[in-house]
């Protein structure tokens, strides 16, 4: 489940997706109020979470700052495809170009992501010392890219992959080096029957030639979206190779090769973003642009706050009983109040976990359910002084969800990778601290600042597989946040129940910037929320 510190949002290859939501969940000390006996709370809360930068890993190991677009911007293009490398290896073994590399040009990226969120809230005072209630968020995601690629007009070596322009012909081609690869196994295993012999030899050589000649090329049509195009060194040598293998194939009667198709259509900068959907191309997700997500719900809390000590309400005890005069109680009250509460909550899985096949989507939740347990307390030092600190520690249960199997900082994962898993999240620790400068009785200002841990999480295959590892998908999950900021409240319901007139209400203003973090994924956030709360009698005194 989504839980949010700042809170970040959830990551994510950018990943933080999860960490985002996690933060965002997690709310202000300042917040964590009791509601009166006989009274509910109705409350809404709009937050603006949003990051274009992370805290990454540095070469030396120490922590920097990184643009989120770093991870599509590369003045080869290569390392955004994991599946060049396999291209490479296949051209220099089918060509004997030992020189061969792809080139294709540059890509620039720049990419921004945010999450709106319209918190309900619906809490009642059960008794003085017990609140229960629940949160039931609405978000809407956006992710922005913007991105240019420029093609290599002068060296460039590679087009669209034929199996995106011209699939029927590709599938032909193959299934003919298939049949090839069969017809000279059994050519060789023929010849060989009587004995070692010359002729043996060169029915084995072939069918060793073939072999490799139709595993090579499965393997480079596979690789990439990419191909070598018409009209280039390597796509001549390959036709070349092809040709060679189909003729002596033909002499000997083992059928004959089609023409080796190659790359006809340039990559260009317009076609470019659409390269991931293009069927055919090894992605097959989403394309590569600016999406903004529809409304929809996140993770629903339920939760109970207890009143542990309290010399600060006016009053109060354990046994339910007021002053009659509050207004003295307060005035003749100790320099020094308290107030401590614990909190339990869970957070049940009704938002929407990220789509695999949607490329940087961020998510709603992570469709499991979280535990939380905290606590929090409020020094009040006389009239105009206090300050308010908390923390909640969260585990998180596992559950099974489709992801590509990919490392997080890949943009743009093969379809290849795409597996159900069984999602562990780590834990989550929030502590935070806000001093108070109380401006009136109701009107106050505070600063806050705020530390955000989630632990590592942990990834199984559902269906084991050698040839995937799901560990990559562990790396740079655990993160952590240094969060500060201001913010400005107004709150009339100790005054009310101290006996002032007047309508019992919160609101705030607030906003928080990360100005450190670590784990590699961390995001660099800005949390911008306002909210407001009033209450109603429903049973009880007036007060």
């Not at 690789?223 to 194939?249: H, I, K, M, N, V």
């Not at 743009?412 to 989550?428: A, C, I, K, Q, W």
């Not at 995001?523 to 049973?539: D, H, L, M, N, S």
């Amino acid at each position: 489940m989504v839980v949010t510190a700042v809170a970040v949002v959830m990551t994510t290859p950018l990943t933080t997706g999860a960490a985002h939501a996690q933060q965002a969940r997690t709310g202000s000390v300042m917040d964590h109020t009791m509601v009166p006996r006989g009274r509910v709370r109705l409350g809404v809360e709009a937050i603006y979470t949003s990051w274009d930068e992370r805290f990454g890993w540095a070469p030396d190991g120490t922590t920097q700052l990184e643009e989120l677009g770093s991870d599509l911007t590369d003045p080869t293009s290569l390392s955004l495809y994991p599946g060049m490398p396999t291209l490479r290896g296949a051209v220099r073994d089918l060509t004997g170009l030992p020189g061969y590399d792809p080139v294709l040009g540059s890509t620039d990226g720049r990419i921004s992501q945010s999450v709106i969120t319209a918190d309900l809230g619906l809490h009642v005072g059960v008794f003085d010392w017990l609140t229960v209630g629940a949160v039931l968020p609405r978000a809407r995601t956006r992710t922005t890219v913007d991105q240019y690629f420029a093609p290599d007009t002068v060296a460039g070596n590679l087009g669209l992959n034929p199996t995106i322009t011209d699939g029927g012909a590709v599938d032909a081609f193959l299934g003919s080096t298939i049949a090839a690869d069969a017809n000279a196994t059994q050519y060789a295993a023929t010849v060989c029957a009587a004995g070692p012999s010359l002729a043996c030899s060169d029915a084995q050589a072939l069918a060793g030639r073939t072999t490799g000649f139709s595993s090579s090329i499965q393997g480079a049509y596979g690789a990439t979206p990419f191909f070598p195009a018409t009209g280039s060194t390597s796509g001549d040598a390959l036709q070349a190779e092809a040709a060679a293998l189909s003729t002596e194939l033909q002499a000997l009667g083992l059928g004959a090769l089609p023409s080796l198709p190659l790359a006809t259509d340039p990559v260009t900068t317009e076609g470019y973003a659409s390269i991931p959907a293009l069927r055919g191309g090894g992605i097959e997700a989403s394309e590569l642009e600016t999406r903004r997500g529809l409304w929809g719900m996140g993770d629903l809390e339920l939760s109970a706050r207890v009143r542990v000590l309290d010399n600060l309400t006016p009053g109060w005890s354990p046994e339910e009983t007021y002053l009659v005069d509050r207004q003295a109680a307060e005035r003749a009250g100790p320099w020094l109040r308290y107030r401590v509460t614990a909190s339990f909550l869970a957070r049940l899985p009704t938002g929407l976990s990220k789509d695999p096949d949607v490329l940087l989507d961020i998510g709603r939740g992570d469709a499991q359910t979280d535990f939380e347990a905290g606590a929090t307390a409020e020094l009040r030092f006389g009239r105009l002084l206090g300050l308010v600190a908390g923390g909640r520690y969260g585990i998180q249960e596992s559950t099974t969800l489709v992801r590509r199997v990919a490392p997080l900082d890949l943009v743009m994962p093969p379809l290849s990778t795409r597996r159900s898993v069984v999602y562990d999240p780590g834990f989550y620790l929030v502590v935070g601290a806000a001093p108070v400068v109380r401006i009136t009785d109701g009107l106050s200002l505070h600063g806050e600042y705020r530390f955000f841990h989630k632990g590592r999480d942990q990834f199984e295959l559902v269906t084991p597989d050698p040839e995937v590892d799901p560990t990559v998908l562990e790396i740079n999950s655990g993160i952590k946040q240094h969060q500060a900021g201001a913010g400005l409240r107004y709150d009339t319901v100790s005054p009310w129940m101290a006996g002032a007139g007047g309508f019992p209400m919160e609101i705030h203003l607030r906003l928080l910037h990360t100005f450190e973090g670590s784990g590699g994924h961390a995001p660099k956030v800005t949390r911008v929320e306002a909210g407001a709360r009033i209450f109603q009698r429903i049973w009880g005194p007036d007060r």
